[in-house]
């Protein structure tokens, strides 16, 4: 097959990543037509700057032959254009549900070798695409599994299967191999599926993000906005300095603003490369969707404003919108920090909690191993997972420090000893609140919000009275129920925060109250953003931060910072915000003794869009 010469698009084309796009099976086969190729590409060329391809050699048990794969990786070549290889063990679907490859099948086994000997013959990089997952139940699974849980062996089988089916064969083609794992979005359930967080990133070379969270109202998975960024940090806390990147697609959204911020959250948590997948949806014609209420708005993603080098742009003209717009400040952010929090491998509890706190604007910064050197954690349902758990508690306190746990693990450790340190405990009633207060102690009482917010269903926690102190209240027909706890043992104090039944009734809580449990749980933390729920907060360990709203109206944001920063300077169009010192009240310095004055900045929002600041003196 002769390829058309085109233009030529040189690696390195942005300062603070690589851009790359895989290209399934089905579409590097189209590319036996040299015209195909030649056409799409200069279609995405001319509207999308591309540093690298991952041409995929495999996927639903179709496989491309070795000319043909050769060919279309020269054609990059020839373009200054990066290669590596791709494969997706799928097998198809079962009534649009995805189907897996069946691991315990002689068949099946020799397939995957084969086809990732194939791949090694032609890449020196290849990436396993997120279909690495054991999901079937058959005889030949029955009998293999025995006694153990489904999820024991499937991490067993799945483990074996990426040293004996994927690694050992690509290195024996090809000893330079580097062999890559994508790990996809849901990875609270990875564990139950076979995806192994503790032992697969020392298998393979290095890991890869899915960052992908698509709409967290009308998919079936439901993943919060701030996934996109929380998610990366995890992955680089599991494998620091391996983790090759973020991967983002062009699905099941209703507005395109919702593309732009999957993409925008992948770069904000430092992603070192960027993926689209895939080669045909950068094709696709633009759809704004449903945008019309802000669409007139000088927004983050301004639509007008995107340069159009095309007569038809698609979406890789958003792509490069989007992306090139955040490069040109990357380079001004520090390290990403957030508040503590401890996942062990192989956990779950209270799914994806974590992401709806970021979504009340409580950076998070999840680690596999309990963070012993923070002065606060906070610790979820998941925590259940370490049998240790409820000694490491006690060691943090002991040490002079805070950990806050929510209701969900309280509930857990109620026969595990934590009454050892509270005797608190959840109950199986629920309330149903609609009126907050905080404050404790005589003359203190404090109401928070008004009589108009929507009822929200809380569990309900007991304690014994002066033993532990509620500092957030839910208030029902005249009886109140904690929503922030404590309890201070030996040096430390222990927060409880009960959660609400379902999480996105963090979003309705009155912004006074998120901001009494920010109080508490951000306490030290060099910047805060009081407001509406569902804008998030990134920071970094240069006094620069990001704020963004995932609103659909007009925002504003109360940012405070602490220290002797006097000034806010927006790294993007340059403007210098003064603010004003922003003292706690008597009362509840008295009751929170090293509560810090901060200074405060008003900062508006537009929908859907970000802000970018440095602290300055």
Request: include cysteine; aromatic fraction near 12%; hydrophobic fraction near 40%.
């Amino acid at each position: 097959m002769a390829l058309a010469a085109a233009g030529t698009c040189l690696a390195g084309n942005y300062t603070n990543f690589d851009l790359a796009i895989y290209i399934p099976v089905n579409v590097v086969h189209s590319f036996e037509s040299p015209e195909v190729l030649s056409n799409e590409w200069n279609t995405i060329s001319r509207q999308l700057k591309v540093d690298k391809v991952y041409i995929e050699v495999q996927r639903d048990r179709q496989t491309n032959s070795d000319a043909l794969l050769e060919d279309v990786k020269q054609f990059f070549l020839d373009r200054g254009v990066r290669v590596a290889g791709g494969m997706a063990l799928s097998d198809g679907s079962i009534g649009g549900q995805f189907n897996s490859f069946c691991y315990t099948d002689p068949n099946d086994r020799a397939f995957i070798k084969s086809a990732a000997e194939l791949a090694a013959r032609h890449f020196d990089e290849i990436i396993q695409d997120d279909f690495f997952f054991d999901m079937t139940k058959k005889d030949s699974d029955i009998a293999a599994k025995g006694d153990k849980t489904w999820t024991q062996f499937r991490l067993e089988l799945m483990d074996e299967a990426a040293e004996n089916l994927i690694i050992k064969p690509a290195r024996a083609v090809n000893p330079r191999v580097k062999l890559v794992i994508k790990f996809p979005n849901w990875y609270e359930h990875f564990q139950g599926l076979g995806y192994d967080l503790d032992r697969e990133p020392r298998l393979f070379d290095g890991i890869y993000t899915g960052t992908e969270t698509r709409d967290p109202v009308i998919t079936d998975q439901h993943l919060q906005q701030y996934e996109s960024y929380e998610i990366f940090r995890y992955f680089e806390n599991i494998a620091p300095g391996r983790n090759g990147g973020g991967w983002v697609d062009t699905y099941s959204i209703r507005y395109l603003d919702r593309y732009a911020e999957q993409l925008w959250d992948t770069m904000f948590a430092k992603a070192p490369q960027m993926m689209l997948f895939e080669w045909s949806g950068m094709l696709r014609p633009i759809e704004p969707g449903d945008r019309a209420s802000w669409e007139n708005l000088p927004t983050s993603f301004n639509s007008r404003e995107m340069p159009r080098s095309s007569a038809d742009p698609t979406m890789a003209a958003v792509a490069a919108y989007s992306l090139e717009q955040v490069d040109s400040f990357l380079g001004k952010l520090g390290n990403p920090i957030g508040i503590a929090c401890y996942k062990p491998y192989q956990s779950t509890g209270e799914d994806f909690l974590h992401n709806y706190l970021g979504m009340i604007g409580i950076p998070i910064d999840l680690r596999p191993e309990f963070p012993t050197n923070a002065n606060l954690v906070l610790l979820t349902e998941s925590a259940k997972f370490d049998p240790d758990i409820v000694a490491k508690i006690k060691d943090q306190l002991i040490a002079g420090k805070s950990v806050v746990i929510t209701s969900g693990l309280l509930r857990a450790l109620q026969n595990r000893g934590i009454q050892d340190i509270v005797e608190a405990q959840e109950t199986d009633r629920s309330v149903f609140a609609h009126e907050f207060s905080n404050g404790y102690g005589a003359g203190n009482f404090s109401t928070l919000g008004d009589d108009n917010q929507p009822g929200i269903l809380f569990p309900q926690i007991v304690f014994l009275t002066n033993d532990a102190w509620s500092l957030v209240r839910a208030e029902a027909n005249g009886n109140s129920f904690p929503v922030l706890l404590m309890d201070r043992y030996s040096k430390g104090v222990l927060y409880v925060w009960t959660i609400p039944d379902n999480f996105n009734d963090l979003y309705s809580l009155p912004t006074a109250v998120t901001s009494a449990i920010k109080n508490y749980v951000m306490h030290g933390f060099p910047v805060r953003a009081d407001g509406p729920a569902q804008v998030a907060l990134f920071a970094y360990d240069n006094n620069s931060f990001i704020v963004e709203s995932y609103l659909p109206t007009p925002t504003n944001e109360m940012v405070s910072v602490a220290g002797n920063f006097r000034h806010l300077k927006n790294l993007v169009t340059g403007e210098v915000l003064e603010g004003r010192v922003q003292s706690v009240p008597g009362w509840q310095r008295r009751q929170n003794p090293d509560g810090d004055d901060r200074v405060s900045f008003n900062v508006h929002l537009l929908p859907h869009s970000y802000e970018v600041f440095e602290a300055e003196n």
